[in-house]
């Protein structure tokens, strides 16, 4: 169920205006700005670029009890056809700095690609398994973003939060208690506003090639001009596996879901556990198609497959 505003229309956009100005918009559509392409727009829409507007906006929906959903660059997110009614509040606090011999501190708006690629300016290693990963720092910390082998969890080493009080602090890695594509902060409701990593000092040709590496593999199996949202489904937990996970892929594959469509929405033909809108497809095909997929595993391994994408508004 979508949360219901508590608020009249006139009462919350006269005291969002009042805490947002200009920033604020109105029925802003969310499909450009996810990687699907998807879905209907957003009542309240902001985009912040400074930590005290983000907790202003924060403040804002609080005190109004309206609902409210914070994004970054939109690539994990499912948007409902019919939008959200509520503030949707856009990350887009940008900025990247060296902060001593292999520590680097960036604003949550921050791509990660663009994290990516400073690191490997700077000849520092550890972050070359994100290579490729869509989104920004904040989206990565809050899911614990990870690839071949490789976790957001592994190079962080602490972080600026804001709760929806608008209160800031910062915290050590422990307390957002990692875990696959997991963090404390999908309990605790609190965004990223900085984070800090530590890396090594390593060989700029070696941490290029390594990219270059990872990302000639994406490319492999991974819809890189094609709008999708990465897997759509969590890897299931298996210490037998490599990495410790039992691919949903796998398991899709071999129930045959390769071919299947409904609409636009399409099971990407070089792996299973990505749909792609092949160019017209609406949210609601996209849902259907998984809720094929999820039944097929489940008819023929009894295994319950869970979302890693994140859904927005009343499906
Ligand atoms: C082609 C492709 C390949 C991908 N490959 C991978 C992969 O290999 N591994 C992987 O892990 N993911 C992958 N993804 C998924 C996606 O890129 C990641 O989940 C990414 O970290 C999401 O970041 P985002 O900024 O786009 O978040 P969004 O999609 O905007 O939001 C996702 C969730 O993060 C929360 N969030 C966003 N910003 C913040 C913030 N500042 N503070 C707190 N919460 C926040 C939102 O509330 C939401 O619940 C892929 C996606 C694509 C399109």
């Given at each position: 169920m979508a949360e219901q505003s508590k608020v009249s229309s006139e009462v919350a956009t006269a005291a969002l205006k009042e805490a947002l100005g200009d920033l604020l918009e109105f029925d802003r559509p969310l499909a450009p700005l996810t990687t699907y392409g998807t879905g209907g727009p957003?009542?309240?829409?902001?985009?912040?670029?400074?930590?005290?507007?983000?907790?202003?906006?924060?403040?804002?929906?609080?005190?109004?009890?309206?609902?409210?959903?914070?994004?970054?660059?939109g690539s994990n997110l499912l948007v409902a056809d019919s939008g959200y009614d509520g503030l949707v509040i856009r990350v887009s606090i940008k900025g990247i700095a060296l902060t001593g011999e292999s520590t680097v501190e960036t604003g949550a708006g921050e791509d990660l690609a663009a994290l990516v690629d400073f690191a490997t300016d700077h000849g520092l290693t550890g972050l070359e398994f994100a290579a490729g990963i869509w989104g920004t720092v904040g989206g990565a910390v809050?899911?614990?973003?990870?690839?071949?082998?490789?976790?957001i969890k592994d190079v962080i080493i602490d972080l600026t939060l804001v709760n929806r009080d608008g209160e800031t602090r910062r915290v050590d890695p422990p307390y957002c208690r990692f875990g696959y594509r997991d963090s404390y902060l999908k309990v605790t409701g609190e965004i990223v506003v900085k984070?800090?990593?530590?890396?090594?000092?390593?060989?700029?040709q070696n941490i290029e090639a390594k990219v270059k590496e990872i990302l000639a593999l994406r490319e492999k199996n991974h819809p890189i001009h094609g709008r999708s949202a990465g897997c759509f489904f969590k890897n299931i937990p298996d210490p037998?596996?490599?990495f410790g996970k039992l691919p949903?892929?796998?398991?899709?594959?071999?129930a045959g879901t390769k071919g299947l469509s409904v609409g636009g929405a399409a099971v990407f033909d070089k792996h299973a556990n990505i749909i792609v809108n092949t160019g017209a497809a609406t949210?609601?095909?996209?849902?259907?198609?998984?809720?094929?997929?999820?039944?097929?595993?489940?008819?023929?391994?009894g295994v319950k497959l869970e979302e890693e994408v994140i859904q927005l508004g009343n499906f």
């Open positions: 957003a009542r309240y829409f902001v985009s912040v670029t400074t930590a005290d507007q983000l907790a202003g906006a924060l403040t804002a929906a609080s005190g109004l009890d309206l609902p409210f959903f914070v994004m970054g660059g809050y899911g614990n973003a990870g690839a071949y082998g490789g976790e984070a800090v990593f530590r890396l090594g000092r390593g060989d700029k037998k596996e490599p949903a892929g796998r398991l899709l594959d071999e949210s609601k095909d996209i849902r259907q198609l998984a809720d094929i997929m999820k039944k097929r595993v489940f008819e023929k391994f």
